[in-house]
């Protein structure tokens, strides 16, 4: 999405948000008690759930986790009942939570994981709010860090269980084996923007040359995450702007990258060779980034 239908998505939301967290006066809510009627609280809700299920960008996340307008509603409306139904800084916190792209995979991702062993629904739920509080308070505008263990781990301290997850609000696994990309690509720019298509990178390419944890700082050396990435694809970037004329010919582009392989054990980079081509995912369209085939 561009920037200017970021900007509107942001300014309908901004006006729904005040909407919703519009104080209620004792009058009001005797009102509604007395003579139930649709309020514009109750409108404001269902263009909430108009914004989020219509935005492109929102709209794919629903339907990667097979999401209905309904589910999103209950979780709207557990979060508010649970106590995100107020202002967080400058976010109503439960509207925010169902409309920005960080908070929507994390909830959605979240709610639809196996619960951990000794886990209840209840559980669930109550860490979900505790980390978006914490996720609204710290003003973050990346993922959200979750306290969810997987299903069938152990934590002892109550600290979250890192993985391998995305970190940046663009990076969604949009097939099993594919995770876009389309964001980084386009700030990046250079030939990207001349194919102006979505771009994704392969589950080998992420786990080898960009996904970076904590427990791999303390086993191997300290990479951040979001510079690895950004190697990977500003280098895919220049090196396909050079070669432009000879990709839309071959429908191939190889380049190489220096990055520290994710081996449990490594400190120092090595030479990882890429291929960049058009890849079909989801029936669609996109250009991949995958590890080249070794040469016989």
């Not at 514009?40 to 999401?67: F, P």
């Not at 069938?152 to 609000?169: I, M, N, V």
């Not at 280098?235 to 429908?251: D, H, I, P, S, V």
């Not at 890849?279 to 040469?295: D, R, S, Y």
Request: glycine fraction near 8%.
């Amino acid at each position: 999405m561009g920037l200017l239908g970021n900007l509107k998505k942001s300014w309908k939301l901004m006006r729904i948000m005040q909407r919703l967290g519009k104080t209620r006066s004792t009058a009001d809510m005797a009102a509604a008690v007395i003579a139930p009627r649709p309020t514009d609280r109750d409108k404001a809700e269902g263009e909430l759930l108009d914004l989020v299920c219509s935005n492109r960008e929102t709209r794919a996340i629903l339907e990667h986790y097979g999401t209905t307008r309904d589910d999103i509603q209950d979780h709207y409306r557990r979060l508010s009942a649970m106590g995100l139904g107020r202002w967080i800084r400058e976010n109503y916190a439960a509207a925010a939570a169902i409309a920005l792209k960080p908070t929507l995979i994390y909830l959605l991702e979240a709610v639809n994981s196996p619960l951990p062993d000794g886990w209840s629904d209840n559980d669930r739920w109550i860490t979900i709010v505790t980390d978006l509080v914490t996720y609204f308070e710290s003003g973050s505008l990346g993922s959200v860090r979750s306290r969810i263990p997987s299903a069938g781990e152990h934590t002892e301290t109550g600290t979250p269980a890192h993985e391998s997850d995305p970190s940046s609000e663009d990076e969604l696994w949009v097939a099993p084996d594919y995770l876009a990309v389309t964001r980084t690509a386009e700030e990046v720019g250079m030939g990207f923007d001349t194919l102006g298509a979505p771009v994704a990178v392969s589950r080998a390419v992420w786990e080898e040359c960009i996904a970076w944890t904590d427990e791999d700082d303390r086993r191997q050396t300290y990479q951040e995450q979001d510079a690895r990435l950004w190697d990977v694809m500003f280098t895919a970037g220049g090196t396909l702007q050079l070669k432009l004329n000879q990709f839309l010919r071959n429908k191939l582009h190889e380049y190489s990258v220096e990055c520290v392989p994710r081996d449990g054990s490594s400190t120092d980079a090595i030479k990882v060779d890429l291929v960049l081509k058009p890849t079909m995912i989801g029936g669609k369209p996109w250009i991949g980034i995958e590890k080249a085939e070794p040469e016989n």
